[in-house]
């Protein structure tokens, strides 16, 4: 389903800039696009359509995520000083509305779905100013966690890592259980056997993720260079 929304962005979004152009314009109109979905999942939950699975699998509950990026880099373009102004004040809103939220929905005894209501979006646009602050490389604390080399080796290989990863799981994980049954007999060790699967399982997929990278994705990487 989020390969499924992924492609829908890369064929739509270029129309709306070839259409639209202007990036105040542009702007506008993804916030728009921003609060629709926001609307449009309180509605769905406040008439009970649980089976739409409202919170996860559609382009309608998860589109957000896309829309903060492209709001993120508009502002950029629009202004290339105001997120870095208002940097703070952003951060400091959106935790604070998390905050806000969640002691209203302690007072009503969490009956509202805290992710699919707000959750997602607040998270996102909080880690929508990571990756900008990753990118402008002006913060020194940032700038020294993401070039730790191992953040480095899972960021190149994560998109096979993220695609690959929930296939071998459910193939590997089994047999992997199995296997490690012969090692830990004993059922006092089941929670270690199922800690030992898993790395077995996550080293797999790492493996893999590696060679993808590697042999099928850098081929590609490569071709940007001739649209430069």
Known sequence: WSLAIEEQFYILWPIAIYIIRKPQYLLAFIITILVAVLVIRCLVWINHYEDLAYFNLYTFSRIDGICIGCMLALLQKINSRFLTRHMST????????????????????????????????????????????????????????????????????????????WPVYVML????????????????????????????????????????????????????????
Do not use: D
């Not at 002691?103 to 209501?117: D, E, H, K, V």
């Not at 700038?143 to 290989?157: E, H």
């Not at 199922?194 to 081929?219: D, L």
């Open 90 to 165: 952003l951060v400091l809103f959106f935790a604070g509305l998390n905050f806000v939220f969640y002691f209203i929905n302690r007072y009503y005894q969490f009956s509202f779905p805290y992710l699919a209501l707000v959750g997602f979006t607040t998270f996102a646009m909080l880690f929508g100013l990571l990756v900008y602050e990753a990118v402008k490389a002006e913060n020194k604390l940032i700038n020294t966690i993401f070039n730790w080399r191992v953040l480095k080796f899972f960021g190149k290989i994560s998109y096979g890592f993220y695609i690959i990863h």
């Open 173 to 228: 994980f089994p047999i992997a259980m199995e296997w490690s049954s012969y090692l830990l007999p004993a059922s006092s060790f089941t929670n270690a056997q199922q800690i030992v699967s898993s790395i077995i399982c996550t080293a797999a997929a790492v493996c893999i993720s590696v060679v993808s990278y590697q042999f099928f994705e850098m081929p590609f990487l490569k071709l940007k260079n001739r649209f430069n």
